[in-house]
C-alpha cells in the first residue's frame, strides 16, 4: 500500500495550486480521506477530510472558502485544490487515508496510511 502526494511547489500569495493523492495497493474510494499540512516549529494539522463516499467532507476554518477537497475515483486519486493561498499557508501537505464505515477522522492518528507529503510555499 503506497499513497503519493504530489504537485506542491512555489507560488506567490493570491495564486492557486492543486495538489494531489494517488494510491497503489488500495482503493481510495473506499477510504476516508484526510489532507494535513505541517509548518516548520508547529504541529501537524488537519486541513481538509472526506468520507469514503464523499458525502461528508471537513474544511478547516482557516481554508474555508478557499480550499476544496475532491475525489476522483476513477483515477484513484483524491484531489486538494487551494486557491487565494496565503503565506501561513506554507506547509508540507500529506494525505492520509483509513478504513472506516463512515465519517473520517480529524487527528492524525486515525488514519493507518500515509504518503510522504509535498511542499506548498507561498511566496512573492
Known amino acids: 500500500v503506497q499513497l503519493q502526494a504530489s504537485g506542491g511547489g512555489l507560488v506567490q500569495p493570491g495564486g492557486s495550486l492543486s495538489v494531489s493523492c494517488a494510491a497503489s495497493?488500495?482503493?481510495?474510494?473506499?477510504?476516508?480521506v484526510g489532507w494535513f499540512r505541517q509548518a516548520a516549529g508547529k504541529a501537524r494539522e488537519l486541513v481538509a477530510a472526506t468520507s469514503w463516499s464523499g458525502v461528508s467532507t471537513y474544511l478547516a476554518r482557516s481554508v474555508q472558502d478557499r480550499f476544496t477537497i475532491d475525489r476522483e475515483n476513477a483515477k484513484n486519486m483524491v484531489i486538494l485544490q487551494m486557491k487565494n493561498l496565503r503565506p501561513e499557508d506554507t506547509a508540507t501537505y500529506y494525505c492520509?487515508?483509513?478504513?472506516?464505515?463512515?465519517?473520517?477522522?480529524?487527528?492524525?492518528?486515525?488514519?493507518?496510511?500515509w504518503g510522504h507529503g509535498t511542499l506548498v510555499t507561498v511566496s512573492s
Open positions: 492520509a487515508a483509513d478504513l472506516r464505515d463512515h465519517g473520517f477522522g480529524y487527528t492524525s492518528d486515525e488514519y493507518a496510511y
Open positions: 495497493g488500495l482503493s481510495l474510494g473506499s477510504y476516508a
